[in-house]
């Protein structure tokens, strides 16, 4: 699952893109808010597939580029325009970064998925809460007096305490059943197949104009070259 820019896969995309080159394209939020721009697009190395672009946010988070799934993108050519489907700025935030010397392996992968698949609490309006709200917190309940007064409430756990708790208290796995489960982890990311996540990485002519068929035109043409 070896990923490459597109320029680095096919130095001569220009050509076949032509004036539909979607790279420096303004990206948008679904509110029509800037977020910031493609910088570049990553592409299968086997089958020149599309996967995602590399989205400079810095209309929203000043110095971070981020890859968004090319699911999660809507291309309209003709207003020079990428709407980031779905993406808020809270969300955005807690994007892992991307960088020109990062190694894009299978973890990292699933950390951007998981990314794009983190729940957003929200209030009772819908709005969506920052991840240190209250409403985030488990607090214990109230204990009184004999009175029925409140005694002094301890402060509220936060989840990273019980978690804590909860790994103190649950055995964990030593030896060969620890080697066993990292085994198990490793075996399921290469087991990955992207077209199993269509709400990532499918490409629709309704969303995606013209994209499959500049995929095609790209895995031809790198054919060609090297035979």
Known sequence: MALL???????DYHH???DRDIIDFS??????????????IL???QTGEFRYLIVDIGFWIFGKSVLLPIG??????????VYAKGLTKEQAEHLSEFTDDLEIDSAYEERV??????????????NPLPQDSPSNLITPPVERDGYGNPITPSAPY??????????????????????SELADETSQRDLFRY??????????EVEHPSIRAYSDRLVNQFRHENH
């Open 113 to 126: 998925r998981s990314g794009f698949q983190r729940p957003v609490n929200r209030d009772g309006y819908g």
């Open 158 to 179: 936060a989840p990273s305490a019980l978690n804590e708790i909860a790994i103190l208290s649950t055995p964990q796995p030593q030896g060969n059943d620890y080697i």
């Open 5 to 11: 820019k597109v320029s680095d896969f096919n130095p």
């Open 43 to 45: 592409v299968d190395q």
């Open 27 to 40: 990206v948008y939020s679904d509110d029509r808010e800037k977020i910031g721009t493609v910088e570049n």
């Open 16 to 18: 076949i893109f032509g």
């Open 72 to 81: 999660r993108a809507r291309i309209q050519f003709d207003e020079q325009r």
């Open 195 to 204: 077209e199993d996540h269509p709400d990532l990485y499918s490409i629709n």
